[in-house]
């Protein structure tokens, strides 16, 4: 393998996206001006994970409502020995696992699914992160090889008619170049050019610096010749960086960083963590601020997710809006037959404490 795509090699994530369920898209989708083949893949993709991690969505929420029930029987014994013990942390944290054993209260299980959560947006970043790479170093490699193969027969040709000046010389790189322009046909998603580009004010096609750069949002390609990747793609550059009056283009106008920022907030409105119990050894003074905290959290998460399509790649944007939009559309239905369950179930503890 060459050194330079074994340091960009798939991992198990990026070949499921790239090898397996992108080549399979492309043998029966058509090409469309809206959506392109990456972009399905990245929608087929982001449904069937979300299918397949249903049973964990559904746990977590089961999880809570089942914390939320034991908060609302812990509370008041809670409340009370609080009061009882003041200031004496080492006694109050003594009948608060008490408390926590009477009911079996276990605040460990409550992050686990959170965590899980956690664990697989990682692993889903940089899944996509590598197709990306892995994409652009290919179309590189492709559009270089067009365009040396093209300028070879190209001077091979004029070369029969005598040596070569430097108008043959110009001619060959020009027909390079129309080669290379129309060999690329970038993936789009509606009004975003590339889909392998961050739907911001960025290029549609990566400059060298964005190509091999280390920093945020960057492709990290090692091993590039500036020098090629700048006459290679210099056709393309112009006619997509720069419009017709010779201004700086956009990939996209924020509209996917938007949408994952109010669809991360609706969903997080939708489903709230249940109230969590007076943390072990801590007054109730203290109990609120960390609620406080807690609450910030909620809102901090959301706002991850509007960040973080700004500095990645249209494709990872793609996933996080289809993904939370997959999500506010669950609890809402969760919502609707949890409030009637809550409902029935709490009839039933009434009726049950007014014939005792």
Not at 265 to 277: H, N, R, T, V, Y
Request: hydrophobic share 45%; glycine share 4%; with cysteine.
């Amino acid at each position: 393998m060459d050194p330079m795509m074994l340091a960009i090699e798939l991992n198990l994530v990026g070949k499921l996206i790239y090898n397996s369920l992108y080549s399979w898209v492309k043998t029966w989708s058509g090409s469309s001006e809206l959506i392109g083949t990456f972009a399905i893949t990245v929608i087929i993709f982001t449904l069937f994970l979300k299918v397949a991690t249903l049973p964990l969505d559904f746990w977590q929420k089961q999880l809570g409502r089942k914390n939320a029930r034991k908060m609302e029987m812990m509370k008041p014994e809670l409340d009370k020995i609080n009061k009882q013990c003041g200031d004496n942390k080492e006694l109050l944290m003594q009948k608060q696992r008490a408390v926590h054993r009477q009911f079996k209260y276990n605040a460990f299980g409550a992050c686990l699914p959170t965590i899980f959560n956690l664990i697989i947006f990682g692993v889903v970043l940089s899944g996509f992160n590598v197709s990306v790479r892995y994409h652009n170093y290919n179309m590189f490699e492709l559009l270089s090889q067009e365009y040396s193969s093209t300028y070879q027969a190209t001077t091979a040709t004029l070369y029969e008619d005598g040596d070569l000046s430097a108008e043959d010389v110009e001619t060959a790189t020009r027909s390079a170049e129309e080669a290379v322009l129309a060999l690329y046909e970038p993936e789009k998603f509606l009004l975003t050019t590339n889909v392998f580009m961050a739907d911001t004010w960025k290029h549609p096609i990566p400059t060298i610096k964005e190509f091999a750069g280390r920093g945020m949002g960057d492709l990290n390609i090692p091993g590039i010749d500036t020098s090629e990747y700048q006459k290679v793609m210099k056709p393309i550059i112009e006619a997509y960086n720069f419009n017709s009056d010779g201004k700086a283009t956009w990939n996209g106008y924020l509209i996917l960083p938007i949408l994952s920022f109010v669809l991360s907030l609706l969903s997080a409105k939708l489903f709230k963590p249940p109230e969590q119990p007076v943390p072990l050894g801590q007054t109730e003074e203290q109990a609120q601020r960390t609620k406080s905290q807690a609450k910030m959290m909620q809102y901090l998460m959301p706002i991850m997710m509007g960040i973080f399509p700004l500095f990645y790649s249209t494709a990872f944007a793609i996933y996080m809006v289809v993904s939370n939009m997959f999500t506010t559309i669950l609890n809402i239905i969760y919502n609707f037959f949890s409030k009637r369950a809550d409902a029935k179930y709490k009839d039933m503890i009434m009726s049950t404490t007014i014939k005792s």
